[in-house]
């Protein structure tokens, strides 16, 4: 309630990068008060046996996650955690750094509780992030998402992935790889046969080589049931652990904000609650076609109806970005606590 009625409408009132900033700044000088973290935890962590939850392998405190894009750099993983997630998805990195696209390049829907962004996977380069990752004091499920950058063609982007696999994978539970995101030119394309089956064969082969840790894929909200039908055969064939449906959208449907202001925003991948049955509809077909795939649900979830709604399609877990902004800190407890009484 406090953040609805007085910290969102502060953090609103900036530039969404502003706040972001804000708040990852704020939440470090925090965080070096002693005893903070326990008295955070304290108010939202949900401790629960029956909140337990295994898949691919991996045993999770509860199914919450924090998706990535929000801590794309692995700064604030550690001060997260005491805000009750399960697993924290950090990324998406590249081998190099990356500036992205120019701003401004987020937008708010406050209409709709939505975001639109087109950051372009501006990041800090994998070597950087792994060396904040090697300072991890948290002890739930971390994530490492990796991209290929905006300069490598998708006809070499399997060298892009397997560098980030080898060189993050020992700092990480599980890793994902980002074909989906629309800001990145011609990256959707790496959910196509053509290049899909080639990645995966490549970038698995790494990994068992390697360190062997479960790998999935992120797959886009605006993709049909053929491309769906292909990625699930992949995904067999070459022995992935999972899916993360959904991306954001590169479409402007079920919007109530004025059609000119929106066109007027440009390009970007649309996020919030307009996406939620986009989500929905590719979790439940993927379900009808393979039962024991698991599967990461993003995209939509604002509230606790919503995470029970998509756990009860097929999802093993649950992400949240957009609904962590507008709602704040406390929907990770409300969903966990929604969980527990369902």
Sequence with gaps: MIYRLIIRKVLFALKPEHSHDFVFNFLKILFYIPGVYSLISLIYRVENKNLNTNVFGLSFKNPVGLAAGFDK???VFNE???FGFGFIEIGTVTPIPQSGNEKPRVFRLKEDNALVNR???NNDGVECVVERLKKKYTDIIIGGNIGKNKITPNEIANSDYISCLKKISPYVDYLVLNISSPNTPGLTELQNKKYLSKLLSDVQSSNKKNHDKPILIKISCDLNNQQ????INLV????ISGIIATNTSSKRENLKSDSEIVGNLGIGGLS???IKQKSMRIISYIKSKKKDLPIIAVGG???SNDAIDFLRAGASLVQIYTGFIYTGPSLVK????KILSS
């Design 301 to 303: 979830i604002m509230d």
């Design 80 to 82: 997260f955690s005491a």
């Design 73 to 75: 750099n692995a700064k």
């Design 236 to 239: 067999e064939k070459y022995k």
């Design 119 to 121: 950051m372009g996977f």
């Design 228 to 231: 769906i039908d292909d990625i």
């Design 272 to 274: 919030g609650q307009p």
């Design 334 to 337: 409300s969903i966990n606590k």
